[in-house]
């Protein structure tokens, strides 16, 4: 029996994760395990009506689950930045979630805007790391001859930043990136496993042409994790770069790892090669403790309740989920599932069919009961 928390947020995320569910159930009463619920509401709502993000609570009880399932955050009336860093960002950062895994593959049956690419050419994984680099919240912005210190709102393995500011331009703003060797090994060492489990290829993806300090320090640590695996054969692209060869040239990757910030770029360029944000899962793990899973895309407020929402994406983090708790079988089932729904047309309207979301939902719960 799997414990598991439902964090359906704002939006279109209660929508999305109630699919997910229903397809999780299916899926565990098929294969013989059982997913013991439990809901939080978290999000919007709650922070306007009492002003709390997450709680000391949220995170103790929480911490208590083997996964969390995660929807979406973001509403218009609150001011963008509160609840993503407050809520999102804070719990990858609370429980320590290094790896955020964002599988980009074109399923069988989804149409990819790259002219004569197909799901052979469109396979491979972008581990992105999830705790350091320009997410780590550090920075200030102040006027004309004003001091300033530095303040450290995160305590990244104890470091200490202590800096002092002044300046004559009207104003300045600053945000520091900050990478660690222990942070960039962890990361890369997921990589490199999850790239022996695959075709054993591993590009690192950075800009230490240019962020030659952070960056090189990731290249730097690359280069030596790379010696325990003589299997798997490597290559550095720069960011820029990437950005073409994902277009031109998909079939030549395999595993991906890169910092947070490039990681979050290049991972929407894969969505929309895979067909469509509607379409992209991540997983945000801890290979130790729980972690969480979620559609990249946001709350998408306009379309809140109208039931145009694409369940795919959070369906297949679905699957990403149940891979992650050991449950492989279920988790291949749910994405032939998947497959299966757009192969018969029964998908939403960005995906060219009619289906609401909760009858897209339903209908891959309904592949998986009968097909598998
Ligand atoms: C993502 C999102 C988040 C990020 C935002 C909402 C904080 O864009 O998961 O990719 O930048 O990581
Ligand atoms: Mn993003």
């Not at 709390?52 to 218009?76: C, N, P, Q, S, V």
């Not at 004003?146 to 009207?170: H, W």
């Not at 703003?173 to 962890?186: C, K, L, N, S």
């Not at 130790?288 to 709350?299: A, D, L, N, V």
Request: charged content about 25%.
């Amino acid at each position: 029996m799997y414990k598991i928390a439902a964090v359906g947020g704002d939006g279109i995320g209660p929508e999305i994760v109630n699919e997910g569910k229903k397809v999780l159930d299916a899926a565990s009463e098929k294969f013989n395990f059982d997913i013991e619920w439990t809901d939080f509401h978290i999000g919007a709502d709650r922070y306007i009506s009492d002003g709390t993000l997450l709680t000391e609570d949220d995170l103790t009880e929480l911490g208590k689950f083997r996964a969390i399932y995660f929807g979406a955050i973001g509403d218009e009336r609150v001011r963008p930045g509160i609840l993503e860093k407050g809520i999102l960002l804070a719990l990858r950062f609370h429980f320590d979630l290094y790896v955020n895994l964002r599988p980009i593959r074109l399923l069988s049956g989804v149409e990819t805007p790259l002219a004569g690419k197909g799901p052979k050419d469109i396979d491979f994984v972008v581990v992105r790391e999830n705790t350091e680099d320009f997410y780590v919240g550090i920075g200030s912005r102040f006027r004309k001859r004003q001091k300033t210190t530095l303040d450290v709102d995160r305590e990244l393995y104890n470091v200490k930043f202590g800096l002092d500011i002044e300046s004559d331009a009207e104003e300045i703003a600053y945000q520091i990136g900050v990478i660690t060797r222990e942070g960039a090994r962890r990361v890369q060492t997921y990589a490199f496993d999850l790239a022996m489990r695959r075709r054993k290829k591993l590009t690192s993806v950075d800009k230490a042409n240019v962020l030659s300090d952070i960056y090189g320090l990731w290249r730097e640590v690359f280069t030596e994790t790379a010696k325990n695996y003589p299997d798997v054969a490597t290559e550095f692209n720069f960011v820029d770069a990437v950005t073409m060869w994902f277009v031109k040239n998909p079939e030549w990757f395999d595993v991906v790892v890169t910092p947070n910030m490039f990681g979050d770029i290049i991972t929407d360029l894969g969505a929309m090669i895979q067909g469509g944000l509607g379409l992209a899962p991540g997983g945000n793990i801890n290979p130790k403790g729980t972690s969480m899973f979620e559609p990249i895309h946001g709350s998408a407020p306009k379309y809140k309740g109208m039931g145009v929402a694409n369940p795919i994406a959070t369906i297949w983090a679905g699957s990403l989920l149940l891979d992650h708790i050991g449950e492989h079988e279920a988790a291949t089932a749910v994405l032939h599932a998947i497959e299966k729904s757009i192969k018969d047309g029964v998908v939403t309207k960005d995906m060219g069919g009619s289906a609401s979301t909760s009858k897209a939902g339903s209908y891959i719960a309904e592949c998986l009961t009968i097909e598998n």
